[in-house]
Nanobody, 128 residues
Framework: EAQLVESGGGVVQPGDSLRLSCAASGFDFGNTDMMWIRRARGKGAEWVSAINKGGDSTYYTDSVKGRFTISRDNANNALYLQMDSLKPEDTAVYYC?????????????????????WGQGTQVTVSP
């Protein structure tokens, strides 16, 4: 069955960078849209970035545009999130997630409810 394992989180200062990785297995990764989602303490889930199955279309929530870059390596079933110029408000648990095999009629690639399986998450803390 589907398995997603995130890594790369840590504690950094504002302005620093981190690169998150997600190792995927148990499903057709190369035919699946992927998303990075974050949950800050006391807040609901927020989509951060999404990428289509081929990797040629990417999407970013407004607060991370110009700072984060999503990418994927289908040959190795891997998803990445390069995070630059980190801010304290980026502090959250970051999850990679896979889109359901049959997308809904109403959802889009940036709709969180389209993503039916999340990994365990990796903590990112940005503290001055």
């Amino acid at each position: 069955e589907a398995q997603l394992v995130e890594s790369g989180g840590g504690v950094v200062q504002p302005g620093d960078s981190l690169r998150l990785s997600c190792a995927a297995s148990g499903f057709d990764f190369g035919n699946t849209d992927m998303m990075w989602i974050r949950r800050a303490r006391g807040k609901g889930a927020e989509w951060v970035s999404a990428i289509n199955k081929g990797g040629d279309s990417t999407y970013y929530t407004d607060s991370v545009k110009g700072r984060f870059t999503i990418s994927r390596d289908n040959a190795n079933n891997a998803l990445y999130l390069q995070m630059d110029s980190l801010k304290p408000e980026d502090t959250a648990v970051y999850y990679c997630a896979k889109r359901r095999a049959k997308p809904s009629l109403w959802g889009t690639i940036t709709t969180i409810n389209e993503y039916d399986y999340w990994g365990q998450g990796t903590q990112v803390t940005v503290s001055p």
